[in-house]
């Protein structure tokens, strides 16, 4: 029952955020969408299934469901320790920005060609790199990482520049709702986009500006 209470309590507190960054978005612009497990007595409820019908409901479109893997983590002793979480990637409408060639990872075989056909001595990868696919390999913000803070769950920026080269232009607005210690704003800064954010803790937000006047 404890369990239902707190997860219900989560979503209402969700819904509420969501709904006001769906009001804002842009009618060719993206929400994501990042969220882990909530765990109660050994038991884990995926936050990215609970919370997809909030978004269907308010009319957005899931594009990418992507799975952040990163190494290190809570260790458990009852079930396999968790190594990822998720990022749920929604537009408002069928009209909305995908930079792939910003994003773009080298080719395993850069040099490999068509053996035989029509293309045959071409090459069989685009020359400009490969798509990075919806499952991400990427550090998080542990003990010794250069960008730890204060904050318990602070991710990387390297994640969050990954999205905003591909799904915003240049001048573009971001806007992160739990901007924490400024990581969405570092990531959009350094690519020529305007951020914007809301955070509610004093330590925070003082911690956010000192990263974001040192970027």
């Not at 001048?171 to 901007?179: A, E, G, H, R, T």
């Not at 570092?186 to 040192?214: D, F, N, Q, S």
Request: with cysteine; hydrophobic share 40%; net charge neutral.
């Amino acid at each position: 029952y404890e369990t239902r209470l707190n997860v219900n309590e989560y979503l209402a507190q969700q819904r509420n955020v969501i709904d006001q960054c769906v009001r804002v978005l842009h009618r060719e612009g993206s929400i994501c969408w990042q969220v882990g497990n909530y765990v109660d007595n050994g038991e884990i409820i995926p936050l990215d299934i609970v919370l997809y019908p909030i978004f269907a409901e308010l009319g957005l479109h899931l594009r990418n469901r992507i799975v952040w893997h990163f190494e290190h983590g809570l260790h458990a002793s009852k079930r396999f320790s968790g190594r990822y979480e998720v990022i749920l990637w929604f537009t408002k409408s069928d009209s909305y920005t995908f930079n792939l060639d910003a994003i773009r990872m080298p080719q395993k075989y850069p040099k490999k060609k068509y053996f035989k056909g029509p293309k045959k001595g071409q090459l069989s990868g685009n020359p400009l790199g490969k798509n990075p696919g919806d499952i991400w390999n990427i550090p998080n913000v542990k003990a010794n990482h250069v960008e730890k803070t204060i904050h318990p769950c602070q991710f990387p920026v390297e994640l969050v520049e990954r999205l905003v080269l591909s799904l915003t232009d240049e001048d573009d607005w971001v806007m992160d709702p739990f901007i924490g210690v400024g990581t969405t704003a570092i990531a959009a800064l350094m690519h020529h986009r305007k951020a914007i954010g809301a955070e509610i803790t004093p330590e925070y937000v003082e911690i956010a500006r000192e990263r974001i006047h040192l970027a």
